[in-house]
């Protein structure tokens, strides 16, 4: 039975972009048939993240303005068995689909593939009602701020209002040293206010940036501690149970020194 | 596709539902209205009843042309016109009830009270003209405005307003954890004190009542002799 899953937040620059390709890829990597879909018309990035943009020849518009067929949009990441992304058009904006069309379109995806992952854009207006019109559970990602939290408080009512009610939490960026100062929001705060279920931690990475940049996904590299995150929630999503990373160790080289000489917290 | 059909008067709990054919004219859709507006004098024998629309989106003067009919009207005794529905209503419920739900003689027991089971998000508000009760936590962003008192079963961190109707006697407001970001009562409002935004879930969560005394809003443990004391004022 193939999902549909939706990665959203309401507040911009949270990494839904960024998670989206990783957990697609992850769950890729385990043997499933994925497809990434880029909802975010007009401002589309997955490709580029994904570092497949000059493959691009049709985009979600012209499948569902009858331009091509749905297999002629299908960009196949060759580094990945089973892993396709559909593009979003970056000269139309978030008008160009409806919710109707976008549920068709999944149901069409369905056919062939166990997951359709669905990159949304921020904000709560016309382009985040397309994105999940057609989902069938929300990825709900949030930074430990203020801002980001009361954001995905406010999506998880309006994911309940037009009845995605599968709803899960991926806490983003989290700083463990900060949080321990109690300069940013304690995981257990967060899951307290928004009260859904947590299905994935992940700590800030620098490494993220560099492999954004590359144009690979971050599960790719054995060594970045939030792509291993990624791969515990592409696992949790698979049904299995995975503990949580233990985030106060491997911080970095320092932090490991630290720990060698006695020096830990 | 027979006319008859296109509109629908319905009966319900908060008055009458009038569902109107998403395909059809507003032509017909008028024609009709006022058909089984006749037919139903008999039926409503002069009932007070709200009204609300449903079904097929009208512009702004086609509301106004169908309102025009009901408040011409003498079959019905209309008591309140609901808008229009919006396609996607996120206030939880507005219920804008014409009557007195606080006997000007100054007792709280006439208090009509609306219940909401589930959290309140940001964004999501609810207004009553009675006492609201939350099953759940009010969370930063939402809203309760209530013409009587507030009982929060939760942590309560939105913005919370009772006793706005003035006849509401000795109004208060409950909760289970009292972090609201403003909290007004009556005529008086106060806000929480300034930076304190990174809240502890450790903190052991106590009960407490929010009250006025000499439009001062005071919170305190609740416990026998608060209540008898705010009560006895």
Known sequence: ?265 | MDLENIVIFKGGRDGITVILDEDASFKDIKTIFIQKLQDAKSFFNGAKVNIRFKGKVLTKEQQEELIEILSGQNILNISFIHGFEEDQEEIIESNAEPEQWFSREGSSDASMTKYHIGMLRSGQSIEYKGSVVVLGDVNPGAKISAGGNVLVLGSLKGIVHAGKDPAAHKPYVIAIGMYPAQIGIGNSIARSPDNVYLQKSSEKDEVLIAYLNDSQIYIEPIDQKTIANIMNQ
């Open chain 1, 1 to 265: 039975m193939s999902q549909v899953i939706v990665i959203t937040s309401g507040k911009g620059g949270v990494g839904k972009t960024t998670t989206t390709a990783n957990i697609g890829t992850a769950l890729s990597l385990l043997g499933n048939k994925v497809v990434l879909l880029d909802a975010d018309i007009g401002l589309r990035n997955l490709d580029v993240v994904m570092g497949l943009e000059n493959r691009i020849v049709y985009d979600i518009v012209d499948v569902v303005e009858g331009r091509c067929r749905v297999k002629q949009a299908l960009i196949k990441d060759k580094r990945y068995e089973g892993l396709y992304l559909m593009p979003a058009a970056q000269t139309r904006d978030k008008d160009a689909v409806s919710p109707e069309q976008m549920k068709k379109l999944c149901e069409q995806l369905r056919e062939d593939f166990d997951y359709i992952v669905i990159d949304c854009p921020a904000g709560i207006e016309q382009g985040f009602k397309n994105a999940i019109a057609g989902a069938d559970r929300a990825i709900v990602i949030a930074t430990p701020e203020i801002s980001a939290v009361r954001d995905a408080d406010r999506i998880i009512g309006m994911l309940e209002a037009h009845e995605v009610r599968d709803q899960a939490l991926v806490i983003n960026r989290v700083r463990m040293n900060m949080v321990k100062r109690g300069d940013m929001m304690a995981i257990e705060d967060v899951v307290d206010l928004l009260a859904i279920d947590l299905i994935g931690v992940v700590p800030d990475d620098e490494l993220i940036v560099t492999t954004t940049n590359r144009g690979e996904p971050a599960v790719s590299d054995g060594n970045s501690l939030a792509g291993m995150a990624f791969k515990n929630i592409a696992s949790r999503i698979e049904g299995n149970e995975v503990d949580f990373l233990d985030l106060d160790k491997n911080n970095g080289f320092v932090d490991k020194l630290r720990t060698m000489f006695g020096f830990g917290n």
